[in-house]
């Protein structure tokens, strides 16, 4: 399985891609998350990602593309990978489809879970990640019921950055659905209904 997801940020994308790592074993690449560790090392990268992020901006794809490649290239992803908030933008799209050529290998599909803007907003308003693993509910689960780690809630999902998330996911990232349902691998999925009825489609778009 070597799949995109693709939706605005809160439709869901992480937590689809959860349940598929869970039960296929393929490398979940989550630039959101490398990016965070990164941010959270405070390594070069992430002091250069930081503003970017704190802004509801996209950090500069020399950084981001980076991180993918050395992702791509670990052994985990070798068996196939879903990657979740990459691409971002036509130039992510462009450079992925050559990198993936470089190494034998095509995209199967790109996912996209599609919800309104209004349910996205509230949906990311109470959303709240484990520090330990990453893995995301509703306010109020506390501690990470995978893990048992502290959840908070991400500083870009509070209300002022959220809709400069959406704004830039509007204006850089929504054209990519037009990009993929080009090269003919789109598939939408109606992801404003409960998790496991999501997950059931998109197993049966998948072929899984
Ligand atoms: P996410 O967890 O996917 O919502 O990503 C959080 C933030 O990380 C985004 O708002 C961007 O600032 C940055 N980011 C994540 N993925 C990318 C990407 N592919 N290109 C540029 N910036 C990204």
Redesign the pocket.
């Known amino acids: 399985m070597n799949i995109v997801l693709l939706g605005a ?2 439709a869901g ?2 937590t689809q891609a959860q349940k598929l790592v869970a039960d296929y074993g393929v490398a979940h690449i ?7 560790a990164a941010v959270k090392a405070q390594s070069e990268l992430g002091k250069e ?1 930081k503003s ?2 704190d ?7 020399s ?2 593309v980076k991180l ?1 490649k050395e992702r791509l290239a670990q052994d985990d992803a070798q068996r196939g990978f879903i990657l ?6 036509l130039q ?1 799209a462009e450079v992925l489809d050559a990198e993936l050529a470089g190494m034998g290998i095509a995209l199967e599909a790109a996912l996209l879970v599609d919800v309104k803007p209004e349910i996205i907003i509230d949906r990311l308003s109470s959303r709240r990640t484990c520090h330990s693993c990453n893995y995301t509910a509703t306010a109020g689960v506390d501690p990470c019921p995978r893990c048992g780690g502290e959840m908070y809630q ?1 500083d ?1 999902d509070k209300p002022e ?1 959220i809709a400069k ?1 959406l704004d ?1 996911y509007a204006n850089q990232t929504a054209p990519l659905v037009e990009y993929y349902r080009g090269h003919d691998i789109l598939k939408e999925v109606d992801g404003d209904r409960p998790v496991d009825d999501v997950y059931a489609d998109v197993r049966s778009l998948l072929g899984l």
């Open positions: 940020p809160g994308k992480g989550s630039t959101g998350d490398l990016l965070r990602a970017y992020m802004a509801g901006q996209l950090v500069p794809d950084l981001v993918v979740d908030g990459f691409p971002r933008n992510q991400r870009d950055t998330r830039t």
